[in-house]
């Protein structure tokens, strides 16, 4: 298989004596769809990176390649797009068939755009935006999470950890919860997160993105719980999974200011 770094086709518009249609149609056969899936299925299958660096979005990769033939092969721009689109279906087909999501595709979809960003939220960058939506979710809801799961009253029950916790935040709800993160997390398989918040929290950064993809899929089941808290508390990355959720949250939450019922 080849690597993402590797061209997956040589064209030298300087050979002389070549069959054009011949050579297009073999660089175009290496964008077949066996080896298309085969591609997105070890994406997915390696999609949790807690140590490396997030993976390529192969959608962009596959773009700029497409944007290559359409320079080099002008003539034939219509049988390099058919192709184009064909790959960014399949692509966003076997993400959502994985996901047990549906793809809501309409007259107005960019489907670069369409594919693009669903790698990003689901393949190249999943394990990112599941620590960054705890890590929002527990912020944003910690007045909520204090009053539904009784943290607060746990602070004298982990004097040496909570004591810990209060010299690394400002607001002493916080500093409960990251006392006692582990049972934060797991109770929260109790509260109705739907995709839209997981969205909203995860690109709390551009609302646009998490708005955008929102219109793109429909989740058919649970997302939150078959997705995200099964990572979190069942797979066996779960203690790596929650370092670094309250390392994160150590680093967004230190200077929040405590609300009025702190």
């Not at 997160?193 to 955008?212: C, E, G, M, P």
Request: with cysteine; aromatic share 16%.
């Amino acid at each position: 298989m080849n690597s993402l770094s590797e061209a997956p086709f040589q064209y030298n518009p300087a050979v002389t004596n070549v069959n054009i249609d011949n050579q297009l149609a073999g660089i175009l056969s290496q964008f077949e769809d066996d080896y298309i899936m085969d591609v997105i299925s070890d994406a997915l299958e390696n999609r949790f990176r807690l140590y490396d660096l997030p993976a390529p979005n192969i959608v962009a990769a596959y773009e700029m390649q497409f944007k290559t033939l359409t320079d080099g092969f002008s003539s034939y721009t219509g049988e390099i797009m058919e192709t184009r689109n064909r790959v960014y279906y399949n692509i966003i087909y076997k993400i959502c068939d994985y996901y047990g999501i549906t793809f809501n595709d309409t007259s107005e979809t960019d489907i670069y755009s369409a594919a693009y960003w669903l790698y990003d939220f689901l393949v190249s960058n999943f394990t990112k935006h599941l620590i960054d939506f705890y890590v929002t979710f527990i912020i944003t809801e910690r007045d909520s999470i204090d009053s539904a799961f009784g943290i607060s009253g746990l602070r004298r029950e982990n004097d040496v950890v909570y004591s810990y916790s209060k010299r690394l935040f400002a607001d002493p709800k916080l500093a409960a919860i990251h006392a006692n993160l582990e049972y934060v997390i797991s109770q929260m398989s109790e509260t109705d997160v739907d995709l839209w918040r997981i969205l909203t929290y995860a690109y709390s950064y551009n609302n646009s993105i998490s708005s955008y993809i929102y219109g793109l899929i429909a989740d058919n089941g649970n997302f939150f719980k078959t997705q995200y808290e099964s990572y979190v508390i069942d797979s066996k990355m779960s203690a790596d999974i929650l370092t670094y959720i309250k390392m994160n949250l150590q680093s967004a939450g230190a200077t929040v200011v405590p609300t009025e019922n702190a």
